[in-house]
């Protein structure tokens, strides 16, 4: 009997496959507990229909991920902080700072997606990686610059 799971099922399969099962397994077991649903033509049909909603939705996300990469690359970030006169900051700029900037540009961007070695310590140009969904990354040019 052919079913379609609804929740993963330990070695079976993960929610949405379809897999061959004996009835009585079927029956007994996985459609009273609402683990399964029984493969017919309208089910088969409506289960296509939501895997092509939801791959379409994956390809729009992936896309707009992309554009966000690209907009992020081709704009400066500046951050105006307290320095001394060699160029060396009072305290730091953090990646949560760097967040925080970017946010005020525009970006929906968390302080977890800045992969920044080390803080920022003096005055100066740097390359900042920013991981966004989908596996894209971008780098973002940081300007720091000094007040005082």
């Known amino acids: 009997m052919k079913v379609i799971l609804i929740q993963d099922v330990p070695s079976l399969g993960k929610a949405g496959a379809v897999v061959d099962v004996r009835e009585g397994y079927a029956r007994n077991y996985l459609l009273p507990r609402g683990l399964a649903r029984e493969a017919t033509e309208g089910q ?4 296509e229909q939501e895997r092509a909603v939801r791959e379409r939705k994956l390809a729009r996300e992936r896309q707009r991920a992309v554009e ?4 992020l690359q081709s704009r400066p970030v500046r951050i105006r902080a307290k320095a001394g006169a060699g160029g060396k900051l009072f305290g730091s700029v953090t990646a949560q700072q ?3 900037a ?3 540009m525009g970006f929906e961007v968390d ?3 800045v992969e920044l070695a080390e803080p920022i310590k003096a005055v100066g140009t740097y390359r900042v990686t920013v991981r966004l969904p989908h596996g894209q990354q971008a780098e973002v040019e940081v300007q720091v ?3 005082g």
């Open 44 to 47: 088969l049909r409506a289960l």
């Open 68 to 71: 966000v990469a690209h907009a």
């Open 98 to 100: 760097v967040a925080e």
């Open 102 to 104: 970017l946010r005020q």
């Open 111 to 113: 302080r977890r997606q």
């Open 145 to 147: 610059t000094g007040d």
